[in-house]
């Protein structure tokens, strides 16, 4: 959580209108950032959260959301005096979405705060409903900024396929302007993930080393210990590669990927993102087979608890051949990356849960220390993401003794101390959207660029009627080996806290 000591922009007074507000993001994450947000100035204190309800009273919207919570942010009902100040901050509207009578019902409601309208649209709903919602907010006149800002709120995912994403942004741009629309990945919001930004262009020496004359390889990953969980109906469509890869992970190998940008605004950031986009070779359909890996998880025993098979999941068709683990090899055709793979990787139900960006260096180019231990490792500077962020730079060190012999030595930063001081990802990126800032979310051009990369991976796995499986707990995945097998240290297996 952010605290007030800190040197943050208080937002102006809002409309945070929430479409989807009884939905299962809403109380995990949005009300929890928002009640944060409120407590320690990130959203002003005059700012309305109106949330959008259908066929509930309020008494039973209300309950809703101190259930949320209680289960999700216990400290805030534990505190009664900031419960009832968020409590004096909620608004209902009730009504369908796809009734026009919602829409005017909402633009009624919209206080006048110090003169002005403004207001933050957070669509939290199915993305079937998207285009229904712009549409309504147009015929209502919530689209105009003549009486204060108005910003859309989009959740991943942006579309099924590069058409799909084509005709939403086609939607969304009939009614919206595209810096009126903010496209949220909450990867991007992750602190750890900003750092790595910060590590680059903050500090001299990376970046003579941020090339192909020094790194061997950059690997990027999600693993998690988890299976599919109630996310069945939606993943069975979707797979890792969709889930994760064309999302998430492509966007972090942008940043890792991406030159300097002449200055910290979302178009310029955006720009050099787009270029490394339109950089990374087309996979051609005879060579997907060599650059790419899919699996699906079978049984096993994931943290010392038995689970199923993902084909015996809830929803989920017994010969289903979606894929639960993806990795897909990328090269990037520019002066800086031209030969060095980025190797991209998520899986579910692994043996043990993180994620990072790792930059592997080059060997060093000749042995000095011709001893009888092994030759030094390559070094290795680590993002840790998730579990618990920080930065590892592994390097090679003398071991204490009458010898030479080196053995690896791991300089670890973590991220924060136990102050709680980390921002969770929906506070950074929600005040960002309240102040302006579309740095951190995706522009059109990103998406659909995104989609048009992995779309022959899609069409070659379309039609596919069985996929490799790995045991559920393992990194049993041997294909990985192959695909990793021209990397110094091969496949970069995320250790626990090393
Ligand atoms: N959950 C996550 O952690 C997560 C993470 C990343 C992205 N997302 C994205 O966030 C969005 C919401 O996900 P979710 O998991 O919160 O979905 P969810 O639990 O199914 O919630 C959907 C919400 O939309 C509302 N809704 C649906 N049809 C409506 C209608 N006709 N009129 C009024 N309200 C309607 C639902 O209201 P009722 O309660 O009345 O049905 C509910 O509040 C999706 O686009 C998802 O892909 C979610």
């Known amino acids: 959580m952010v605290t007030t000591n800190q040197n943050i922009e208080t937002a102006e007074p809002t409309n945070i209108v929430i479409f989807g507000v009884t939905g299962d993001l809403s109380k995990r994450k949005l009300m929890p950032a928002l009640v944060r947000m409120l407590c320690c100035g990130l959203v002003h204190t005059d700012s309305k959260i109106i949330g959008v309800v259908n066929n509930r009273t309020e008494e039973v919207w209300i309950n809703l959301v101190r259930e949320g919570m209680q289960e999700f942010s ?89 058409e799909s994403a084509k005709r939403l942004n086609k939607e969304l741009q009939s009614v919206f302007k595209e810096d009126q629309i903010y496209r949220i990945d909450h990867y991007l919001g992750k602190e750890s993930v900003q750092n790595l930004l910060v590590y680059r262009f903050a500090n001299s020496i990376m970046e003579p080393l941020w090339n192909r004359n020094y790194v061997d390889h950059v690997q990027i990953s999600t693993a998690e210990t988890l299976g599919v969980e109630y996310r069945a109906k939606y993943y069975e469509k979707s797979g890792a590669l969709r889930d994760m890869i064309q999302s998430h992970l492509m966007q972090m190998m942008t940043l890792v990927a991406m030159e300097p940008p002449v200055e910290f605004t979302a178009d310029a950031v955006r720009d050099e993102k787009m270029k490394v986009l339109r950089a990374i070779r087309s996979i051609k359909p005879e060579e997907i087979k060599i650059h790419t890996v899919s699996a699906q998880y079978a049984s096993g025993t994931v943290e010392g608890e038995e689970v199923k098979a993902y084909v015996s999941e809830e929803f989920v068709s017994p010969d289903s051949a979606t894929e639960t683990f993806s990795a897909v090899r990328f090269y990037i055709d520019n002066w800086r990356w031209q030969g060095v793979p980025f190797i991209l990787w998520s899986g579910k139900r692994m043996k043990s849960k993180a994620s990072e960006v790792m930059i592997r260096f080059r060997k060093p180019p000749f042995n000095l220390f011709d001893s009888h231990a ?48 980390v921002a969770d990802a929906y506070e950074i990126l929600m005040h960002d959207v309240l102040t302006g800032d579309g740095t951190l979310f995706s522009r059109a051009d990103e998406v659909e660029t995104s989609w048009e990369i992995v779309e022959p991976i899609l069409d070659a796995w379309k039609n596919r009627v069985s996929v490799e499986r790995y045991r559920a707990g393992t990194w049993d995945i041997p294909a990985m080996e192959e695909l990793t097998k021209d990397c110094v240290g091969g496949w970069h297996i995320p250790t626990v806290r090393k």
């Open 374 to 421: 092994s030759a030094p490792a390559a070094n290795a500077l680590v993002f840790r993401l998730q579990p618990e962020g920080g930065v590892v730079l592994r390097l090679n060190a003398k071991k204490p003794g009458l010898t030479t012999d080196n053995e690896e030595m791991v300089m670890r930063a973590p991220y924060a101390d136990d102050t709680g001081e």
């Open 74 to 162: 216990p400290e805030i009902i534990a505190d009664e005096s900031r419960w009832k100040k968020f409590l004096a901050r909620l608004i209902m509207v009730p009504g369908d979405l796809g009734d026009d009578a919602t829409y005017q019902r909402l633009a009624e409601s919209l206080a006048e705060i110090n003169g002005k309208k403004n207001a933050m649209f957070y669509c939290a709903i199915p993305p079937a409903w998207y285009g229904k919602v712009t549409g309504g907010l147009d015929k209502a006149g919530l689209a105009d900024e003549s009486e204060g800002y108005r910003r859309l709120v989009i959740e991943k995912p942006f579309g099924h396929n590069l």
